[in-house]
């Protein structure tokens, strides 16, 4: 964990901003999902919303209710409850998430935008799996779906999923954002900036590096998908993804199930603790994938 002493900050006269870590990493993240579960539970007067994020948490309240110092004082006692992460348990959900890669609608986009992108003669997909080592695209393309992501947040548009991949550190995956943001991207795009990986919700501009596009859908206005009916948005922080590299084949058969209002994804409910992670990240990987896939 980072050795940055925890920042809490006031936003207004209605939030406090708490940063616990300059550095995303995977302890960082299951710290910030701990704290804001315990504080959900304490049900306190005055609280109307805890917003989780990668290494930082939110929290808005109302200041005739609560003092924010004496919400300050709590939110360090819950800090310090969770520091060894010994006692927290996280309900998920493993779920597969079929993408196709390289799909000819984000290449479109990819194209349009060469003039923004730090290696205009490479396409987005060429240009990550070079700057991270890798001899191929089609090797990339196996390190991404090879291990699952954690959900360690959503935002910052309705139902997108930041997801860090659950590896060893040293092999984490990283690639900068566009020199300049996009005008355009397209829906159910599966874009990574950062360590991130996100499925863009709807049609908007963006950032990040355009690999592919996922055959399903995260956010749901209608609710017409059985996995939509008790939310518009299918994402929850501390699930696992698994993206799954598809044929246009199978891409086409999975849109036509969505379309047809039939669509269910394949998940299972799943509890871990913190630990089962962070002391092999690639024996929990395996374990995921296999009980995914496993009836």
Not at 2 to 26: A, C, H, N, P, Q
Not at 142 to 157: E, R
Not at 159 to 179: A, T
Request: net charge negative; aromatic share 12%.
């Amino acid at each position: 964990m980072s050795d940055l002493k925890t920042r809490y900050s006031y936003g207004g006269d209605e939030f406090i901003f708490v940063e616990l870590s300059e550095d995303m990493s995977l302890e960082v993240n299951f710290q910030a999902m701990a704290i804001t579960k315990k504080l959900r539970e304490k049900n306190m007067p005055g609280i109307l919303d805890i917003c989780p994020s990668n290494a930082s948490y939110m929290v808005r309240f109302n200041p005739d209710q609560i003092h924010p110092d004496e919400l300050i004082d709590e939110l360090k006692k819950l800090e310090s409850s969770v520091e060894n992460l010994d006692d927290v348990v996280i309900n998920s959900r493993l779920v597969d998430v079929p993408v196709l890669f390289e799909d000819p609608w984000t290449h479109e986009a990819v194209m349009q935008f060469r003039d923004r992108h730090q290696d205009p003669e490479s396409t987005d997909i060429e240009y990550a799996a070079r700057i991270n080592g890798y001899e191929s695209k089609e090797d990339f393309i196996k390190a991404i779906t090879g291990s699952p992501f954690l959900v360690s947040m959503i935002g910052f548009v309705p139902g997108l999923p930041f997801c860090f991949q659950v590896v060893p550190r040293e092999e984490q995956i990283e690639v900068p954002k566009y020199v300049r943001p996009r005008t355009f991207t397209p829906e159910r795009c599966f874009g990574f900036g950062g360590g991130f990986s996100v499925i863009y919700p709807v049609q908007g501009a963006g950032g990040y590096q355009m690999f592919g596009i996922a055959a399903t859908p995260v956010f749901d206005k209608e609710q017409k998908l059985p996995d939509f009916q008790d939310s518009i948005v299918f994402p929850r922080q501390g699930d696992i993804f698994r993206y799954r590299d598809v044929t246009r084949e199978e891409y086409d058969a999975v849109r036509a199930e969505v379309e047809a209002g039939t669509f269910e994804y394949r998940k299972k409910d799943f509890t871990f603790r913190p630990d089962d992670v962070l002391k092999d990240p690639r024996a929990f990987s395996d374990m995921v994938l296999g009980r995914l896939y496993n009836d």
